[in-house]
């Protein structure tokens, strides 16, 4: 017994110290970002390791980490580096979030009122799709929710599909290689072949459905956002129980939902052509 909770023990500092020093990198990392945003826009690795005390070889390694994901770009031949055009993309994406999450509040809480359902709020973020808000109703239980900041599973929600839908490939493909297609209920679409030609239906018809893909019981309606050039920003959705889901019930959800979606890129300035049922 010794033995084995000496070893418990060994494993454990050993873990510690393995988090310890990934949480060490990503602060070096953070700390080299900021720098060269305040002081770029290129600078050399001797730059960046003598302004920062650190290592050269540590920050060519972080440099060259942060190349891989856009966050870094390197001139080939002054062999300067450069902050990506990644960073540019997260933070216009932040910047618009929070500019759609203000301005959508006052319609989301009256639709909230009015459909008494839960209502949320979805945008497309670094990896996934991304709860920014949400209004749970007191008639609607839900026993899966996406709490704000989360991602939704965007295969098998209706606002995750409604913003997949208006993705391009690379992006789309991206994030179900980052988070996969789990089965959550016997109709939860697992295939990739099955959820494009789903992703097609919601393009032409203008929103998407979630018929109890994510949780027995409990269906959801959800339509896009657009900004100019049909460019998704987001989009509004409803989730509630199946059976206040079906026939005209769920066309004046539909409804509801798509209304809401245009009042919000109204408020945003939109001027973009809508789909019409």
């Known amino acids: 017994m010794a033995v084995a909770s000496r070893n418990k023990n060994i494993r454990t500092a050993r873990k510690a110290e393995r988090s310890a020093g990934s949480s060490k990198s990503l602060q070096k990392a953070l700390r080299i970002l900021f720098h060269m945003g305040q002081n770029g826009p290129e600078m050399r690795v001797t730059e960046i390791a003598s302004g920062l005390r650190l290592n050269k070889t540590t920050v060519y390694r972080l440099l060259s980490a942060m190349e891989k994901f856009d966050l870094i770009e390197r001139d080939p031949e002054s062999e300067r580096y450069r ?140 339509a896009p956002v657009f900004l100019r050039n049909a460019c998704v920003l987001g989009a509004v959705g409803l989730a509630g129980p199946t059976q206040r889901f079906q026939g005209r019930e769920q066309v004046e959800k539909i409804e509801m939902v798509r209304e809401t979606a245009r009042k919000i890129a109204r408020s945003l300035g939109d001027r973009t052509t809508w789909f019409e049922a």
């Open 83 to 222: 902050l990506g055009l990644k960073l540019h993309e997260l933070g216009t994406r932040a910047a618009q979030a929070r500019t759609l999450q203000s301005e959508a509040r006052r319609y989301l809480t009256e639709l909230a009122r009015t459909s008494r359902e839960a209502v949320s709020l979805a945008v497309p973020g670094a990896g996934g799709i991304v709860c920014v808000d949400r209004y749970d109703s007191a008639h609607t239980m839900i026993s899966v929710r996406t709490p704000v900041g989360a991602q939704f599973p965007a295969h098998c929600t209706a606002a995750g599909k409604a913003v997949l839908a208006y993705l391009s490939e690379e992006e789309v493909g991206a994030i179900l290689s980052n988070n996969g297609m789990p089965r959550y209920t016997p109709h939860t679409l697992t295939q990739i072949d099955d959820l494009k030609n789903d992703l097609r239906r919601v393009r032409q018809r203008g929103y998407a459905l979630d018929e109890q893909e994510l949780e027995r019981g409990l269906n959801g309606v959800a």
